[in-house]
């Protein structure tokens, strides 16, 4: 076949022409990767809630048109000029979440953020001379969260790919570009549950369920799950809850429900919602002293989180996490091993599998209680 280094690409994506309505499949013209870029051939997407956060117009980030899309796997298509870490054929993760080992952020040995593109990436746009390199007809479609997965080939910054294991099964692990990841790394990274802690997860999709998994494993006593629809309880047993609470079951606000199942309050808590409601009962769910709360969820725009000061004075904890803290280059690799050693779960999250042509019905399966997470193959 002939090569495409140094070629546009036309190729198939699911264009975001304007909030809430139906994607659409469109021709879309795919620059080559210019300095410090790769351009990669995406086999392999999920789809997160945070896509739909954001095509639902309620992201102030939100920039239209655009192509949607962060978790995914696929294989290097060619780089730009100095890019040294990976080279064309090398499977990776694209991550939306970089990591440079440069910056202020990467150096501080404090957090996963990083500060080298996200100005960039929260623009839709790429660092070296601010403009995109997705366009249809010459019109310029904006990039998402510097991935852009829903397209047969997308460029990313180099500092934002990890490179893995080439016998993982692409369409597997592409889940490890978001929702798995941030869950297990909320427990292992961010509260650091020790053993013989009490747990709550708020919400049991598929965050919630990688809550419990991480919480299972850090060796929590108790891992209670707290969802709205009941029929999640089944499953959640498969990821570690050991016990249900169902708020609508109960009279009562739900922190109190916790509060008095659990001799004064949870050890940690975990909303994996994105409802500002929740969050304040996450918190106050909390044992007095020491109890943290963690914050998973993305919330709309416009939205706060409020609760009385006391909750804090008194010892409650407010953290929250993205990507579940851990650094992505570095950890997605091994988080991909870890998988492979069937350490952790991935194929348990999958429900459903679809084509890049049945993208709209996936994000319909997505609001469906028995979807976790649908993967989309790409090139069919
Ligand atoms: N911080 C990060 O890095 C990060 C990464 C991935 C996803 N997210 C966010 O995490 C959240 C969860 O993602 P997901 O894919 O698991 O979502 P999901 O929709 O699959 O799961 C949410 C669950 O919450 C339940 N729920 C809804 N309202 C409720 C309520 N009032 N009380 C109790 N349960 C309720 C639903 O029934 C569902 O089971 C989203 O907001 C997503 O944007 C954040
Ligand atoms: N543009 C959004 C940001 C929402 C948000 O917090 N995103 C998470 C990842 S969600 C993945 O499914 C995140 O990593 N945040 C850190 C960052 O964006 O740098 C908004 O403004 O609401
Ligand atoms: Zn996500
Ligand atoms: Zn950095």
């Known amino acids: 076949m002939a090569s495409t280094q140094g070629q546009v690409i036309t190729c198939k994506a699911a264009v975001a022409w304007e909030a809430n309505k139906p994607l659409v499949i469109e021709d879309v013209q795919v620059a080559p990767p210019q300095a410090g870029e790769v351009r990669i051939k995406i086999l392999y997407t999920a789809l997160c809630h945070t896509d739909a956060y954001t095509w639902s117009g309620k992201d102030p980030e939100g920039l239209f048109p655009c192509i949607l899309g962060h978790e995914a796997a696929g294989v290097v298509e060619s780089v730009g000029e100095g890019v040294t870490e990976v080279q064309p054929g090398d499977h990776v993760i694209p991550c939306y979440q970089a990591e440079c080992r440069e910056c202020k952020f990467c150096k501080s040995g404090k957090t996963n953020l990083c500060g080298k593109v996200r100005s960039a990436t929260g623009v839709g746009l790429m660092l070296s001379d601010m403009k995109s390199r997705f366009s249809i007809g010459g019109k310029p479609i904006y990039h998402f969260m510097g991935t852009s997965t829903f397209s047969q080939y997308t460029v990313v910054h180099d500092v934002s790919v990890a490179k893995i294991d080439p016998e993982a099964p692409l369409e597997k692990v592409c889940l490890l570009g978001c929702g798995v990841p941030t869950g297990l790394g909320a427990v292992w990274n961010t509260a650091r549950v020790e053993p013989g802690s009490i747990v709550a997860v708020f919400g049991l999709g598929t965050v919630g369920l990688a809550v419990a998994e991480g919480a299972k494993t850090a060796g929590a006593s108790r891992i209670i799950g707290v969802d709205i629809d009941s029929k999640k309880f089944e499953v959640a047993k498969n990821f570690g809850v050991t016990e249900f609470v169902n708020p609508k079951d109960y009279d009562k606000p739900i922190q109190q429900v916790l509060v008095d199942l659990t001799d004064g309050g949870v050890d940690y808590s975990f909303e994996c919602i994105g409802n500002v409601g929740v969050m304040r009962a996450a918190l106050e769910c909390c044992h007095k002293g020491w109890g943290t709360s963690v914050i998973v969820g993305v919330a709309a725009s416009g939205q706060e989180i409020s609760t009385r000061p006391f909750q804090l004075v008194t010892g409650r904890v ?45 994000f319909d399966l997505m609001h469906e209680g028995g979807c976790l997470r649908c993967v989309l193959e790409m090139h069919v």
Request: proline share 2%.
């Open 318 to 362: 407010w953290k929250g996490t993205a990507f579940g803290g851990f650094k992505s280059r570095s950890q997605v690799p091994w988080l991909v091993e870890k998988y492979m050693k069937k350490e952790i779960k991935v194929d348990e999250y999958i429900t459903h599998s679809l084509t890049l042509g049945e993208i709209n019905k996936a």
